[in-house]
Every structure is written in C-alpha cells, then in structure tokens.
C-alpha cells in the first residue's frame, strides 16, 4: 500500500457546490490535468488526489481533507510544500490549514535536533524564560555593533541576533562583524562568566551559507539564524543535516 499524505484546507463555497470544488482542487494538487486524458492506472489509482472527507466549519466554509501520494513529495521539503500549496494557493476561497505527514516522511526530514533543553543548557539557564533581541539598526559598522552586542549581554540578553535584515552589505561584512561579535561576547564571558550567544543571519546562496557557517564554528559561534522562505527550505533542510552540532533559528520573513 502507498503511503499517503493529508492535507486539510479550507474552502469558502456555497454548499450544493463543495463536493465538485472539493474535487477540483484534489485533482489540481495532484496532476493538474483532466482526469479523462490519463490513461496510465498507477497515476489513476494512486498520484491522483483523493477527497477523504468534508466538514462544515460555519456557513459556507468547509474543511476539505485531501490525500495526496507520499512519493509526489519525493522526500524532499521544498517538494513538500509545492504539493501542499501549488496552483491551488492563487485562489482567494481556498486556504491550506493543516497537513498530517505519513511516518516514512516524518522520519526523513526529522525535527528539532536541539530543541528548548539544548538552548537552555548553551546559555545555563535551565528553568527561567529565555530572553533574546537583535542587532539594530541596519548600518552600523561591526565594531559599533559588537558593542551594543556587549552591551545587551551585560543586561543579560541570551540569544543575540543578527536584524534578519544584515547580510553581505558594504556597512558591515558578514566576516567582519562575526569575528567583532563573537570576540566581544568571548571577551566578556571570559572576564564575568556571562555566557551569551551570537546568532549571525546566514544569507546568499547555499555555497556562501556554508562558508558562513564554517567561518562561525572557526570563532566557536554554534548558532545561526536561516529564513527558509527565503534560503529555500530544501536548502535549509540541507544545512542542517550537514551541520548536527549547529543550532539554527528559523526567521518567518515572507
């Protein structure tokens, strides 16, 4: 039996026409093509989406589960989230509200390496809430921000992170202001103990992500900050499988 994915959206429609919408968008996820011009029975059978169910949430909205072959995906992540959201993501009445993965999809792409426990033990603080804040604003040079880096540290700030909005600029080079940050937190946990973290952002194509993370295990810095959307979540998938000592954070940008 192929294994088969759900994914749950819901859809704004009169309700006499739900079940041939329903339909639509089972086939427009799946093979994207009038089902009277596939000849083939495996694509028949088992590529092409299937109604599981509807549900009324309120008038005129419907929870539509949908069930999708698992090997569309083809066990890669960005893969995953084009079946899940394809054409179907231009319609304004439909909106992808859940997705209920099979275990062999579970198992490759996996979850938190470190989770909560790991943040907490990088920073010694095993019950108390967390506190992290960002590096702003845009344009200054990496000595400057080092010392407000210093400076939040000293407040006892945790995580401290790039603005997701530096990268490579000309203000402030990735290299540079790694190695400002890093020294000055370095410097400071050596004279008072205080052990906070830098969080660069990684930027640029996946060849300059991995250059700035071995530039960030060279100066002892094991946490980087990745936005998915826009590295690509197959990319970022990648980084993390390649990196298993190194905690990412995921910024939400688009």
Same mark, same amino acid.
Not at 63 to 80: C, F, H, K, M, N
Not at 85 to 95: C, I, M, Q, W
């Given at each position: 039996?192929?294994? %088969?994915?759900?994914?749950?959206?819901?859809?704004?429609?009169?309700?006499?026409?739900?079940?041939?919408?329903?339909?639509?968008?089972?086939?427009?996820? #799946? *093979?994207?093509?009038?089902?009277?011009? &596939?000849?083939?029975?495996?694509?028949?059978? $088992?590529?092409?989406?299937?109604?599981?169910? &509807?549900?009324?949430? $309120? @008038?005129?909205?419907?929870? *539509? %589960?949908?069930?999708?072959?698992?090997?569309?995906?083809?066990?890669?992540?960005?893969? +995953? *989230? /084009?079946?899940?959201?394809? /054409?179907? #993501?231009?319609?304004?009445?439909?909106? +992808?509200? @859940?997705? *209920?993965?099979?275990?062999?999809?579970?198992?490759?792409?996996?979850? !938190?390496?470190?989770?909560?426990?790991?943040? %907490?033990?990088?920073?010694?603080?095993?019950?108390?809430?967390?506190? #992290?804040?960002?590096?702003?604003? $845009?344009?200054?040079?990496?000595?400057?921000?080092?010392? +407000?880096?210093? @400076?939040?540290? $000293?407040?006892?700030? @945790?995580?401290?992170?790039?603005?997701?909005?530096?990268?490579?600029?000309?203000? =402030?080079?990735?290299?540079?202001?790694?190695?400002?940050?890093?020294?000055?937190?370095? /410097?400071?946990?050596? %004279? =008072?103990?205080?052990?906070?973290?830098?969080?660069?952002?990684?930027?640029?194509?996946?060849?300059?992500?991995? =250059?700035? &993370?071995?530039?960030?295990?060279?100066?002892?810095?094991?946490?980087?900050?990745?936005? !998915?959307?826009?590295?690509?979540? #197959? /990319?970022?998938?990648? +980084?993390?499988?390649?990196?298993?000592?190194?905690?990412?954070?995921?910024?939400?940008?688009?």
């Amino acid at each position: 039996m192929h294994p %088969r994915l759900q994914a749950i959206y819901l859809v704004r429609c009169d309700a006499p026409a739900i079940e041939e919408r329903a339909r639509a968008i089972a086939v427009e996820q #799946s *093979v994207e093509m009038p089902l009277s011009a &596939i000849a083939d029975d495996f694509v028949r059978s $088992q590529i092409v989406g299937r109604v599981e169910g &509807i549900t009324e949430r $309120q @008038d005129r909205l419907f929870a *539509v %589960r949908i069930s999708l072959a698992a090997e569309t995906a083809g066990r890669d992540p960005g893969q +995953l *989230v /084009n079946m899940l959201f394809g /054409n179907t #993501s231009l319609h304004e009445d439909v909106e +992808l509200a @859940d997705v *209920v993965l099979p275990k062999d999809l579970i198992a490759c792409f996996g979850g !938190p390496r470190h989770g909560l426990h790991e943040l %907490r033990r990088r920073v010694g603080a095993p019950a108390r809430a967390l506190t #992290s804040s960002p590096l702003k604003p $845009q344009g200054l040079p990496p000595a400057g921000l080092a010392r +407000l880096a210093e @400076d939040f540290a $000293q407040a006892g700030i @945790d995580y401290i992170k790039d603005d997701h909005g530096l990268a490579e600029q000309a203000y =402030s080079p990735f290299l540079a202001r790694l190695e400002a940050v890093a020294r000055a937190l370095r /410097n400071l946990e050596q %004279r =008072s103990g205080r052990a906070a973290r830098y969080v660069p952002s990684l930027s640029g194509d996946l060849d300059t992500m991995r =250059s700035q &993370i071995a530039a960030a295990k060279d100066v002892g810095v094991d946490t980087v900050m990745v936005a !998915p959307m826009i590295a690509g979540v #197959s /990319n970022f998938h990648r +980084l993390i499988c390649e990196n298993p000592t190194v905690a990412f954070i995921a910024h939400p940008t688009l």
